[in-house]
């Protein structure tokens, strides 16, 4: 039993699955758009909110070094996505790359994962839109029904109907073509990297040298257990992490490193790419590297235009503005913000329907989910599902307390692939490989590491849901994903191999 859970399919074989004419995407991608593609979806809330976060409780000044922290953690995991994504290019992202390498049950487990990531990041995300909006509508005298507007918070029953109307409108579309979901996020990117700009040429005008002293505050010690923060790491070593000082620089690390979810998002892209050899690798580590870029120059000069002790945690960037006499700014940076988030919240929509439609196309899955659309050569089944679940799920419930689930989703599959590409190499050295990850095992390596010491981070409770929902995960593989398999079904004869 065991061989038949841990069975790969050859690239080869995957390759050729992506040529059958009623399950094959169209390739219309080129490497600009899906740089674009990981612009819009990275930069997002985290820039917007998460700066004045770590800065005030745990960096400082010194939160441009938990950025550069988290990129680099980032970085090790996108040069291993980069040569997976053209090596293998084929929807499904982390799920195909498992698929290749580790085995079946493996590519269920993280396919599974990925589905819960992108569901409720879309849906947070659409809810924090909601949110954005509403507060632009009230500055003009719109006000929304309570019953019609944000849950976060709310103790009465009612449904966020911007929410659940934005997810809805990004549904249809993604239903209609990639080109067009590129050519929209390519004007909102637009907007947003314009807004973020803005932060940086106006704020540097504004720094006053004395905010950078001290630039990494003296350490603060959190006593043992005072804190639910990052238990694991209580449980482990004894100790909870330290607000400021070099410590609380890892501490930020692992907070704004949820401002960088999202790159991942653009190896689903694969087969919808031109030429994914080239122009995978490219999207990937470019998008990366403008996002990290723009976070740190934001980072510095937020911090150096009001002292760190005095940032907002809600709207660090709008509110420092309003502190120095430019109130016009704030509402420039909330209107950039609501126009941004609808970027993110589409291309992580994007993704879940590509994993699912891999996933449907392998028979684990489905297969009724893995047709495209005659015309639009879209997976417009799973797309129209899952669209309509997740305005429902953005509708009725306040998702704080499951946002964390997104990240150590995303962690998991940074792990799962940065494994993969160790195993892939040995067993599949023939492979062409168009990029490669450099210093391999190390950097793999490395990126485990990075991302394990970020997962001991996160709430106990986020590993209690994220155990739970796995668990959900392996009873529908075995009640169905097993036996459903195309990959079990070629091996016993009962159905042909692509040719």
């Known amino acids: 039993m065991s061989s038949t859970l841990f069975r790969t399919k050859k690239v080869e074989q995957s390759i050729l699955d992506t040529e059958e004419p009623e399950h094959a995407l169209k390739k219309s991608l080129s490497a600009l758009d899906l740089t ?3 612009v819009g979806v990275i930069i997002g809330t985290g820039i917007f909110v998460l700066t004045g976060t770590v800065a005030k409780n745990n960096a400082g000044p010194a ?20 040569e997976f994504a053209s090596t293998v290019p084929v929807a ?12 079946e049950l493996p590519a269920w487990i993280i396919g599974w994962d990925l589905v819960l990531e992108f569901a409720l990041g879309t849906a947070v995300v659409a809810v924090g839109w909601s949110g954005y909006i509403q507060s632009l509508m009230d500055n003009a005298g719109w006000n929304m029904p309570v019953a019609l507007g944000s849950r976060e918070g709310a103790d009465t029953f009612g449904f966020d109907i911007l929410a659940a109307a934005l997810v809805l409108v990004l549904t249809a579309i993604l239903v209609v073509g990639m080109k067009l979901s590129a050519r929209i996020t390519s004007i909102v990117v637009a907007i947003k990297v314009t807004v973020v700009l803005v932060v940086i040429i106006a704020g540097a005008f504004l720094i006053k040298g004395d905010n950078y002293d001290p630039f990494i505050p003296k350490e603060q010690p959190v006593e043992a257990g005072a804190s639910l923060d990052s238990p694991l790491i209580q449980l482990m070593f004894g100790w909870a992490p330290s607000n400021f000082g070099v410590m609380g620089i890892f501490t930020a690390a692992s907070v704004v490193f949820f401002a960088f979810i999202g790159f991942d998002v653009v190896a689903t892209a694969a087969e919808e790419t031109k030429n994914p050899q080239r122009d995978m690798p490219r999207g990937i580590l470019g998008s990366l590297v403008i996002c990290t870029t723009l976070y740190v120059l934001v980072s510095i000069v937020v911090t150096g235009m009001q002292n760190y002790t005095e940032l907002s945690v809600d709207a660090p960037l709008a509110d420092a503005f309003k502190a120095t006499g430019h109130p016009w700014y704030a509402g420039f940076i909330s209107f950039g913000a609501a126009v941004g988030l609808t970027t993110v919240c589409m291309i992580l929509l994007l993704g879940q329907t590509r994993v699912f439609f891999a996933m ?18 879209t997976p417009h089944r799973p797309t129209i599902l899952l669209g309509v679940l997740i305005a429902v799920l953005a509708g009725f419930t306040p998702l704080t307390e499951l946002a964390a689930l997104v990240n150590i989703g995303t962690l998991f599959a940074f792990v799962v692939v940065a494994i993969g590409v160790i195993i892939l190499r040995k067993s599949r050295p023939d492979l062409p490989r168009s990029f490669r990850t450099p210093w391999v095992p190390v950097i793999p390596i490395l990126s485990v590491c990075a991302s394990l010491w970020l997962m001991i981070n996160l709430p106990a409770e986020t590993w209690v849901r994220f155990a739970i929902w796995m668990a959900a995960g392996f009873l529908v593989y075995f009640l169905y994903g097993r036996t459903h398999s195309r990959l079990a079904r070629r091996e016993e004869g009962e159905e042909q191999p692509s040719v």
């Open 36 to 38: 674009v593609f990981g």
């Open 63 to 82: 939160t441009a070094l938990a950025f550069v922290a988290a990129g680099v953690a980032c970085a090790l995991a996108a040069l291993c996505y980069a």
């Open 92 to 103: 499904g992202s982390a799920y195909t790359f498992s698929y290749a390498s580790l085995g």
């Open 360 to 377: 449907s196309r392998d028979g684990l899955l489905p297969r009724f989910f893995s047709r495209v659309h005659p015309r639009f050569k």
